[in-house]
């Protein structure tokens, strides 16, 4: 392979051939930095000036002579590869000739190198030509950036890319307004996959703000030595770059050979919160497929996994309201093929050519690793490497992941899903439709419910239940086929009376429902608890608009976080504090900072009650929440503000929640709720159903079960 910047053939040009690159500042900084690791150098030092979207990157490899810097940043021009069977065989990063080539056309680039072969350092001012660098010539840059001739025996390259997206002002101004942690996140994920590859690099990543001149270390990876194994090195790589997230003990080698497949990796033995620490890395490429990395993830979840750790803490939760993720990085040395290389303009591999021998061995690795650590029983009759029965389970998942993918789309279309358990340890899931009309003043919810065996049957066949309506339960499949129920129809339904002390009997007619009039039992302890839930998050929602969410001070509450959870707290301070939250976030060390809480609501303070291990898995719930979206900011007007005190449709706002609230809110909703065993009478269960005909969503308990079920069907034929 020629050292040299030459042309690209137009035969395998047109092979290589990608889409325009969409330059980030991340992204160009991972390019320039695995240009540097493809020059073999030992040390890179990167700068980042975020004001000013300007970073620098020193390095000390091989460098570009004079000739090879005035070709450099032109088009498909590459040293990488000469022909396209050379990519069998490649051990470098870029080979397409279109990173720099995409910088310099949306920067200012300026790249300043020496070779050993020539004794002067020389310069570059794109579009300009090089020109030799001397003491007495100052470079066409800002000094911060600290750029200066190497003595005659170094080598080295600094590039310097300066006001990315100048000449795209609309792009620029969102590259600015993007969260600064989101950029650091990503920076990190990227300098993770180069230093797994490249391990004995010492890599550092500092940042700036031009405005103030300060400047921060955001990670530095140094100092690993041959002497360490290869996942001793994998451990202190993850940690120097993500800090001490996890304790280094708590990491568990795994490894796995096939002929000319390997997999070699870290596993947490205990869970973190992040889902995005999960990395696989097949020759050196990160491996991309959501579907299988869903799959992989569900692998955990399926076994508890993490449990252990929520049964340790004082405070107690209701379920499973707080997520919880393995961290785990795979590294996997196989044939390297061209389609793999081909697949993506990042370098990243969205769907291996060996993918059915790669997914069964990582899915084999799991699964030891979860017997070993007791979450599945040893199987003596796994002899082999089972990669078509492993392949089958792939297929299956792909298969699960379309139909999640359908049940989003029927989400997205303003359905809902309820749980009815029927026997312990199965369950069925059943579709509840939503039907909103156009009026915001009128919203009108509607349950759908497909005829089945009834949840509350065994609650039904009691020794002093003297009644048949369990036998309506075994023969439900036959006597209702399939009908819907809107608010309105709750609303002007008649109620019979209570049964049992645990339900209230309704009657139902009206042509939205079904052919004819239908019996319904409601569940008097979930009917209760969504009205009480509901008048909760209400007040808890007016309070949060009108300022009067009643707070607790704290003293000497300190949580230790890292960096990385620094920075998001940093980031949503203003949200936290509208949740009546106050906190500082300080910068410690490389790997850790501290949380100092300074106040918290009332509500919160209570269940918190000094435990730390508590306090700090909420709040980063809900930081991450924010981070994924899967929370909204509490971003209203002064005028929104008047008009939704006036008449609070809080449902709107349900998704701004933190999960805290929602299960403290839950729980208290649950234990003053009417229980099983409350005697009504018949005014007090029409008074019930009534105030549940009022509730934005009816068909559901607090925790997500259904409120009612279908018994019968009265046939009003004459005979």
Known sequence: MSRHIEKLDSIVLKRLKSQVYAVSLASAVREIVQNSIDAHASNVDVTIDLSNLSFAVHDDGTGLSPDDLNKLATRNHTSKIRKLSDLTTINTYGFRGEAIYSISDVSKLFICSKTKDYNSTWMRKFPSKSVMLSENIKPPVDPFWKVQPWSQRKSGTVVIVEDMLYNLPVRRRILKEEPHFRIFNTLKADMLQILVANPMVALSVSYTDGSKGLTDVLFRSK??????????????????????????????????????????????????????????????????????????????????????????????????????HPLFIFDISCPQTIDDLLQDPAKNIIRPSHARTI??????????????????????????????????????????????????QVLDSKMKVARIILNPGKSVVNKCKVSKNTSNSERINKIRLNGQKSILRNKLSSDHYDTDVSQYCDNMENTIEDFSISRSVLANCEVINQVDKKFVLIRCSGPSIYKTPILLLVDQHACDERIRLEDLLHSLLSEVLTGTFVTQDLTDCYIEIDRTEADLFKHYQCEFKKWGVNYEATNGTLETSLLIIKSLPEVLASKYNGDNNYLRMVLLQHAHDLKDLKKLPMNLTHLEKHTLTDRLYWWKYASCIPTVFHEILNSKACRSAIMFGDELSRQECVILVNKLSQCHNPFQCAHGRPSMVPIAELNQNKT
């Open 359 to 408: 997914e069964p061995l990582i899915i084999k690795t799991v699964r030891s690793f979860l017997t070993f650590q007791g979450y599945l029983p040893p199987d003596k009759s796994d002899k082999s490497l089972e990669i078509v029965s492993c392949s089958q389970a792939i297929a299956t998942s792909i298969s699960r992941q379309s139909q999640w993918r359908k049940c989003d």
């Open 223 to 324: 100092n690993i030595t041959d002497e360490l194994t290869k996942h001793q090195k994998m451990s202190q790589v993850f940690r120097n770059v993500f800090g001490s997230i996890i304790p280094p003990d708590m990491l568990k080698k795994v490894s796995l050979k096939f002929n000319d497949y390997q997999i070699e990796g870290i596993i947490s033995k205990i869970p973190v919160r992040l889902k995005s620490l999960q990395f696989i890395f097949i020759n050196g490429r990160r491996y991309t497929d959501s579907i299988f990395q869903a799959y992989i993830d569900s692998l955990f979840q399926l076994q508890d996994f993490g449990d252990n750790d929520l049964n340790l803490l004082r405070t107690k939760t209701v379920g499973k309201p707080y997520r919880s």
